[in-house]
């Protein structure tokens, strides 16, 4: 009978492990995480549209985005508002610019002046969820939000509405592969938008790297309920700037460690059990790790 060596069973049970975090699926991304097989890009400054639905002039912005970095733009996030005296909207909206382009997203019935509307909405999406082929993908313009008044008539959608900021999901099917990717938006109401960063899978037929990552740290253990360890095995030695952030979006914890140090450790046992993302930065590097607390 054939022996199958210890490390290479060990290998195969690690990675069913990271399948099954990721509802088994080998092609994903994590919102907010962007790690070496991944482009990330940091819009500085955030790009901010607004539009009120009371502004006579009517504004329209326009944010197109190249997720993946071939030369083509495969999103647009559209804000529109404006009116008078006899009504007025305001919107913003996803669009896919592109056939290979679909969202994350679902069709909800939602109130409107006159009548129900059924429209397809963004789901608000989370820290550390995963985006791949187990969520519902639309390929049309989705809703972030939409209201009216007056004798308009069209849909109210507040879901994304003063809620901190969220990660939008993108699917891009392309010739011989499928990207999976993630926008950082914040809607601070009816009317703004801004856009902070956003990430994809780096395919085939990308251009550019994307921005570099700076060293990732070994984190243990992970889950965690009292103290997590953070170990950097690189030769860099320069002062590393660590960040995290809850699921929302708050900032919970920042220190610096200083060049000489290889490792340094984190008391989570008083931070309430979630999932959080660690941020590293690094002689102008970044990179982002997930972290879970238990208790």
């Not at 253990?221 to 952030?245: C, D, H, I, M, Y």
């Amino acid at each position: 009978m054939r022996t199958i060596p210890v490390r290479k069973i060990t290998l195969l049970v690690v990675f069913a492990l990271l399948l099954a975090g990721n509802n088994g699926f080998s092609q994903f991304i994590m919102a907010g995480v962007a790690g070496n097989d991944d482009i990330y890009t940091d819009v500085t400054p955030d790009s901010s549209m607004c539009a009120s639905m009371f502004d006579p002039f009517i504004p329209q912005y326009n944010m197109k985005i190249d997720l993946d970095k071939d030369g083509s733009y495969d999103l647009n996030i559209h804000v529109v508002g404006g009116g008078g005296l006899g009504g007025g909207s305001s919107s913003c909206t996803a669009i896919p610019l592109l056939p290979h382009t679909s969202l994350v997203a679902r069709y909800d019935s939602v109130p409107g002046n006159i009548s129900p509307w059924y429209v397809p909405v963004m789901d608000t999406l989370n820290p550390g969820d995963s985006i791949s082929p187990a969520n519902g993908f639309v390929n049309a313009y989705c809703y972030i939000w939409s209201q009216s008044f007056g004798g308009q008539n069209g849909p109210s959608v507040v879901q994304w509405t003063n809620t901190g900021e969220h990660y939008i999901g993108v699917r891009l099917t392309l010739t011989g592969e499928t990207l999976y990717g993630w926008v950082r938006v914040a809607a601070t109401d009816q009317s703004c938008i801004s856009v902070k960063d956003y990430a994809c899978n780096k395919g085939i037929h990308s251009a550019i790297k994307g921005q570099a990552a700076a060293e990732a740290p070994l984190l243990f253990p992970n889950p965690a309920r009292s103290t997590v360890r953070l170990t950097w095995s690189g030769a860099r030695r320069e002062a590393k700037q660590l960040k995290v952030f809850s699921c929302i979006g708050k900032l919970c914890y920042q220190a610096t460690c200083p060049p000489a140090e290889s490792t340094t450790s984190l008391d989570v046992s008083a931070w309430p059990a979630g999932i959080y993302l660690l941020q590293t930065e690094s002689g102008g590097l970044h990179s982002t790790q997930r972290l879970e607390v238990i208790h």
